[in-house]
């Protein structure tokens, strides 16, 4: 009798622990099937469960990929010029993106800029970021003229709305105890900078920015449809000319250019990783 008396109380706070994991369940049984239900919405909207629309697309892809084979190297010395001009574009894009990014970072993070200019810098990333780099470059174009020029700015402005936003989500998540015990010993706020942040940012600031050159040279490729010239230009004028045998050999170039970027910016990165932690 005594032990029903005394575990009543427990019994019942079980119950209670038991009703609120039933409910949390509940909650994320609900939440699992709206996401599924959004994403059904999303697969149906875009034709994706539409049978008709993959009646003859293998054998249309197999078809032009029989036409693309073997690829043709013929106008190679032609091509040249073109990635040049590519790779000026990404380069430009992406230093100028890194210059005005990091300044707009430090405004736009919470635990480094003040709150009324955060908003209002994280308001003018997104508006940069929400315009595709194809829009910028049409704007470009009517504004300076054909060119790698128009492709250099497009992907400045574009590039920069994503690295601001990146870099300052990076700052964020930096850990203030190095730098609070730094600061009770009176470093400098440029020591603090130097010894207790730039450790915990610069691998992924290094990451992220070589990521969005590489990302960057597809992009110059695209913008090459609006007047950037590049490579992109190339390849849509060989497609054009139902010369698929050379738009497969541009396209194996742009493959090897992307791969050797992100060969060198790794090698890049463990330099400068290296000199850091000497």
């Known amino acids: 009798m005594s032990d029903q008396i005394v575990s009543f109380p427990h ?12 409910r949390e369940e509940l909650k994320r049984g609900l939440r699992f099937v709206c996401a599924m239900a959004v994403f059904v919405c999303a697969f149906g909207f875009a034709g994706v469960f539409d049978p008709e629309r993959y009646r003859d697309a293998l054998a249309t892809i197999v078809t032009l990929l029989g036409d693309s084979l073997p690829p043709e190297f013929a106008r190679w010395k032609h091509w040249g010029r073109p990635l040049l001009d590519t ?11 890194c210059f005005a990014a990091l300044p707009l970072a430090l405004a736009a993070a919470r635990n480094t800029g003040p709150a009324w200019l955060g908003g ?16 910028w470059g049409v704007m470009f174009v009517a504004a300076v003229g054909f060119g790698p020029l128009p492709g250099v700015l497009a992907l400045a402005c574009h590039s920069t709305g994503m690295l601001g936003k990146l870099y300052a989500e990076i700052l964020e998540h930096v850990d203030p105890a190095p730098g ?3 600061r009770s010993q009176g470093v400098s706020w440029l020591g603090i900078a130097r010894f207790a ?8 600031l290094l990451d992220i920015t070589f990521y969005r050159w590489e990302h960057n040279v597809r992009a110059a490729t695209v913008l090459g449809l609006v007047g950037a010239g590049g490579i992109g230009l190339e390849i849509m004028t060989a497609f054009h000319l139902f010369e698929y045998r050379e738009a497969l050999a541009l396209i194996i170039v742009l493959w090897g250019l992307v791969t050797l970027i992100n060969a060198g910016g790794a090698q890049i990165r463990t330099r400068l990783l290296d000199l850091d932690h000497g």
């Open 180 to 182: 609070n015990a730094l």
């Open 11 to 22: 019994r019942s706070g079980l119950d209670a622990v038991l009703a609120a994991h039933g």
């Open 87 to 97: 790779l000026a574009m990404s380069v430009s894009g992406t230093a100028l993106a």
């Open 197 to 204: 942040v730039l450790p915990q940012i610069l691998p992924r």
């Open 120 to 135: 209002v810098v994280r308001l003018f990333l997104n508006m940069l970021r929400s315009v595709p780099g194809v829009i």
